[in-house]
């Protein structure tokens, strides 16, 4: 829910949550959903498998393909909002579950 509008967002589609212009805007793979909740709030609401890569930036790390200097997504989109902080993190979670997703076939 955002101001008075109830949104629905199936989990599979958002690539990646980020902050711009004192808004937070939910990127899927078809549309941008500016909504007004903090990246704390949402973070605490999402699966584990969605982490956060940048203080302003939150990733949902089964549509990513690639983490480098940048990150890119299954549809090619490509976002540099992977900051030291986080890095070793963000590539840790990203191997395990990559991992976890061989063992499975």
């Known amino acids: 829910k955002d101001y008075s509008n109830f949104i629905s967002i199936k989990l599979k589609d958002i690539l990646y949550v980020h902050s711009s212009d004192n808004k937070n805007i939910i990127e899927t793979f078809n549309t941008k959903i500016a909504v ?4 704390d709030f949402l973070l605490k609401k999402l699966p584990n498998y969605f982490i956060r890569s940048h203080r302003a930036c939150i990733i949902n790390l089964k549509n990513v393909v690639l983490i480098g200097n940048d990150i890119i997504f299954s ?4 976002i540099n909002l992977l ?3 986080y890095k070793d993190e963000v590539i840790n ?6 991992e976890n997703s061989k063992q499975l076939l």
């Open 36 to 39: 007004n909740k903090s990246l």
């Open 75 to 78: 549809n090619g989109v490509k």
């Open 83 to 85: 900051s030291r902080k």
């Open 93 to 98: 979670t990203f191997k395990m579950q990559q």
